[in-house]
Structure formats: structure tokens, C-alpha cells
């Protein structure tokens, strides 16, 4: 059984497009988390969300917000797509992040920006 | 801000060799944790290993080992009997205790580890 999935695993749009990336966790975990991985290999959290509370990272435009119509979706959506959204986005969860729990990852969507 | 630093960007060894992997970290707190993740061709995040900071005693997971040296805020990763399977980019993660969101879970930014027949 996956974990954590995620779909598509690949997207390519054009510039301006609007798209939507889809997370479902099947481990009962309470926080669902959204990362991107850009071109050299950095991994950075955009959003962090545990069914009462969404963090979001300052550095993260507001064309991406994070829709979770439950605790085991955590969905990204993303308007007026740019060239520089190119990447690689993780979807993961843990159970607790106040006890350190590990974090479990999706297999990442390439989203190409064309 | 907690940074990661991971000081070789590649990295290969024979199969059946021994390969460490260099973490450091720079932190003002004194509890926090750490993670070794592992990310094959496939792009899939693996957790490795993980470690509390308040635990003396270095994490052991099979042919994973880490060593622990809380003093100098070092983190190394030590795979024995390498296999062709361990070739990935691994990288080394740190979270604060206080962190109750897992908002600061910090990377550093990878080693590419090659594995020789």
C-alpha cells in the first residue's frame, strides 16, 4: 500500500495556466506538508497544515494556496503559473511534528512550465 | 536560523565498500532531531535514519549507522557493504523540538552517492 501518494506525476502547462496537484495519505497522520525541490536539488516547505492550522511559508507567493477537503488530502493549487514554478513538489505527512515524528514523502510531481 | 551543510556534493564507492557522508548543522538549541533521507533515480523521499538529539547512543538501521557528535553539530552517515541499490542523493534534514508545525524541517543540499560494480 502507498503511503503517500500523489498525482500527476508529471505536468507540463503552459505559462498562466492555472493546475492543481492532488495528496492523499493513507497513515492516519494529523500534519500533511507541501515542498519544492528546485532544479539544483534544494528542498524548501511551502505549507504546512494539521487539520486546524495552515503555516505557510513567507516566501511563498500567493498564487499557491493548499486546499484540504480532509485530514488525509492536502491538495496544491496553483494559479497564473510561471516559468520559475518549474520543479519538483513533495507531499508528506507525520503524525506529530512536536515529537519529532518522521516525515513520510509522496514521489514528487515534475510540474514543467513551458 | 538552523543551516545544513553537506560538504560533497558527490561521492562514490565500491560495491561492498564503506562510504560516510558529512553532515553539519548549525544550531543555538539544544533539542532538536535529525534525519537522513534518501532520494534513489525514482525521486521517491526514503527516510534512512533518524536521531534524537537527546540520545547519546548513535541510530542503527541494518547497514545505516550514523555518528553523532552533538559538541561539534555533526551528523555522518555511515553505509556498510554498499549495494547498487544505495546509489541515490541523500540528504541530511534537521527539525527543532519547538517546531510544532514541522515548518523549520531543514535540508541540506545532497550528496549524490554512486555505487561501482
Known amino acids: 500500500d502507498t503511503a503517500v501518494s500523489q498525482t500527476p506525476k508529471y505536468l507540463v502547462t503552459q505559462m498562466g495556466n492555472d493546475k492543481s496537484i492532488k495528496c492523499e495519505q493513507n497513515?492516519?497522520?494529523?500534519?500533511m506538508y507541501w515542498y519544492k525541490q528546485d532544479s539544483k536539488k534544494f528542498l524548501k516547505i511551502m505549507f504546512s497544515?494539521?487539520?486546524?492550522?495552515?503555516?505557510i511559508n513567507e516566501t511563498v507567493p500567493n498564487r499557491f494556496s493548499p486546499k484540504s477537503p480532509d485530514k488525509a488530502h492536502l491538495n496544491l493549487h496553483i494559479n497564473s503559473l510561471e516559468l520559475g514554478d518549474s520543479a519538483v513538489y513533495f507531499c508528506?505527512?507525520?503524525?506529530?511534528?512536536?515529537?519529532?515524528?518522521?516525515?513520510?514523502f509522496g514521489p514528487g510531481t515534475r510540474l514543467t512550465v513551458l | 536560523a538552523q543551516t545544513v551543510t553537506q560538504s560533497q556534493p558527490e561521492m562514490s564507492v565500491q560495491e561492498a565498500e564503506t562510504v560516510t557522508l558529512s553532515c553539519t548543522y548549525d544550531?543555538?538549541?539544544?533539542?532538536?532531531?535529525l534525519f537522513w533521507y534518501k532520494q534513489p533515480p525514482s525521486r521517491q523521499m526514503i527516510l534512512v535514519i533518524r536521531?534524537?538529539?537527546?540520545?547519546?547512543q548513535n541510530a542503527t538501521e541494518n547497514r545505516f549507522s550514523v555518528n553523532f557528535q552533538k559538541a561539534a553539530k555533526s551528523f555522518s552517515l555511515k553505509i556498510s557493504d554498499s549495494q547498487l541499490g544505495d546509489a541515490a542523493m541523500y540528504f541530511c534534514?534537521?527539525?527543532?523540538?519547538?517546531?510544532?508545525?514541522?515548518?523549520?524541517?531543514?535540508f541540506g543540499p545532497g550528496t549524490r552517492l554512486s555505487v561501482l560494480p
Open positions: 497513515l492516519g497522520h494529523d500534519t
Open positions: 508528506a505527512s507525520s503524525q506529530d511534528p512536536r515529537a519529532g515524528d518522521t516525515q513520510y
Open positions: 534534514a534537521y527539525r527543532s523540538a519547538l517546531d510544532n508545525y514541522g515548518q523549520n524541517f531543514v
Open positions: 544550531t543555538s538549541e539544544s533539542d532538536y532531531y
Open positions: 497544515y494539521n487539520n486546524k492550522e495552515l503555516i
Open positions: 536521531q534524537e538529539a537527546y540520545k547519546q
